[in-house]
C-alpha cells in the first residue's frame, strides 16, 4: 500500500510540474506580444552617464645628497554612474597613474619607474543643477613616500603600500551632455604621519551626468 502511494504522489508531482510549466510558457508568450507592441525602454541605458579625468605632470624632483632629477607623470581616472533617482547617483570609479623620472648622480643616470592605481565606489548627490556632493571609498595601492628609494642596477625601486581612503567634497558641474567639472574632496582616513595633505582636487568631464 505504500509503494502505491509514493506511485501516485509522484505521478501527481508529475503532472502538476508539466501544467505549472505549461502555464507559466503561456504567460511568457502573453507577455512577450504585449511587449513586441509596447515599445522597449532600455532603462539602464537612460539613467547611465559617464565621467573621468586625465592628469599630466612633468616637474623637477630632488632625492636628497644633490640627486637632482626630473619626473614625468600621467593618469587617468575613469568612472560610470547610475542615476537612481533625478538627483541621486552612484557607481565605480578606477585611477591609474604611471610616473617615470630620471636623476643624475655622476657618473650614473638613475632611472625611476612606478605604477599607482586604486579602485572604489561613489555616490553623488546634485543639486541647483550644477553643484554636487561627491562621496568616495577606494583602496589605493601606492608609493609609500616614507619608504627611502633602494638603488639596483641604476634603477630606483620603492616600497608600495595599500591604503584606505575615504572622500567627500563639493563640485561644480556645467551641466551640459557633455561638460566640465572640478571638485575638491578631504580625505577622512589619511595618515596623520604623513607630510601629505588630506585634500584633493579634481578636474574632469562628464557625459550625461
Known amino acids: 500500500m505504500l509503494n502505491i502511494n509514493k506511485k501516485h504522489l509522484c505521478l501527481s508531482i508529475f503532472i502538476f510540474a508539466i501544467g505549472f510549466l505549461g502555464s507559466t510558457q503561456l504567460l511568457a508568450q502573453k507577455k512577450s506580444k504585449k511587449k513586441e507592441k509596447e515599445p522597449k525602454v532600455n532603462?539602464?541605458?537612460e539613467r547611465m552617464w559617464y565621467g573621468g579625468g586625465v592628469s599630466l605632470a612633468l616637474q623637477s624632483a630632488t632625492l636628497g645628497n644633490g640627486?637632482?632629477?626630473n619626473i614625468f607623470q600621467i593618469g587617468i581616472s575613469p568612472m560610470v554612474g547610475y542615476k537612481i533617482n533625478s538627483f541621486w547617483s552612484a557607481g565605480p570609479r578606477g585611477e591609474i597613474v604611471y610616473?617615470?623620472?630620471r636623476f643624475s648622480a655622476p657618473p650614473d643616470i638613475w632611472k625611476y619607474n612606478a605604477v599607482e592605481y586604486g579602485f572604489g565606489a561613489f555616490t553623488r548627490l546634485k543639486f541647483?543643477?550644477?553643484l554636487f556632493a561627491h562621496f568616495e571609498y577606494s583602496v589605493y595601492n601606492e608609493i609609500d613616500q616614507n619608504e627611502?628609494?633602494?638603488l639596483k642596477n641604476n634603477r630606483l625601486i620603492s616600497q608600495r603600500k595599500t591604503s584606505d581612503r575615504l572622500l567627500a567634497g563639493l563640485g561644480y558641474n556645467g551641466g551640459n551632455e557633455i561638460d566640465y567639472e572640478f571638485y575638491l574632496m578631504y580625505n577622512f582616513l589619511a595618515d596623520k604621519e604623513s607630510v601629505q595633505l588630506p585634500i584633493q582636487y579634481r578636474i574632469g568631464f562628464t557625459y550625461l551626468f
Open 99 to 101: 610616473t617615470g623620472g
Open 43 to 45: 532603462i539602464w541605458k
Open 128 to 130: 541647483l543643477r550644477v
Open 148 to 150: 627611502s628609494l633602494i
Open 67 to 69: 640627486v637632482n632629477g
